[in-house]
């Protein structure tokens, strides 16, 4: 799996944006947050149509506007294909307004890049990348395909990586980090 410090891949993939017709898809590229200077949250699930997967796409949307108020751009994404996606977005409830880009990686090169395809059904694990403005990885995390992750850690990680600072163990937004002078 891609590891800390390394660079994310650049990519250039097809998304679904929406379920207006005509304006469902668009490509975007790692340069969605690198050309605006803001960090990058990846998140990827194994499968469309699933159980576990659609309660945490709907807990990144809940939370799409802390993950905008921390400068970070989320991009959800699976090895699905964007009509799949799509049809997914308007058969599911919760998936329906999404504000984010559900990114289809159909020919599994960027999952494989990152390392993170299940060895026998070629799927996505459940894999978190946190991305710097200059396209370092920062945080990783990878979860078993059938336990769900917790949004809220994502966010508390992304915080403590935006202090450039030392945070020690279950430090949360607005305490003190730890002042080595």
């Not at 921390?70 to 994404?77: K, Q, T, Y």
């Not at 960027?110 to 978190?128: F, W």
Request: aromatic share 10%.
């Amino acid at each position: 799996m891609l590891g800390l410090g390394a660079e994310f891949p650049a990519f250039e993939k097809t998304a679904v944006v929406s379920r207006e017709k005509g304006k469902e898809f668009q490509t975007i590229s790692n340069e969605i947050h690198t050309a605006e200077g803001k960090w990058m949250v990846m998140f990827w699930w194994p499968k469309d149509f699933t159980f576990v997967c659609p309660t945490e796409i709907a807990e990144f949307n809940k939370n799409a506007g802390e993950f905008k108020d921390r400068d970070a751009v989320l991009v959800g994404a699976s090895t699905d294909s964007e009509f799949v996606h799509l049809a997914w977005r308007n058969n599911h409830e919760d998936l329906r307004d999404l504000k984010f880009p559900m990114l289809a990686d159909t020919s599994k090169s960027l999952a494989e890049e990152l390392g993170i395809l299940e060895a026998n059904e070629k799927i996505a694990y459940r894999a978190t990348f946190i991305i710097d403005p200059q396209g370092i990885v920062r945080w990783v995390s990878a979860y078993d395909l059938s336990v769900g992750r917790n949004v809220e850690e994502v966010l508390r990680v992304l915080d403590a990586l935006q202090t450039d600072e030392l945070c020690p163990c279950n430090w949360e937004k607005g305490e003190a980090t730890l002042n080595l002078n």
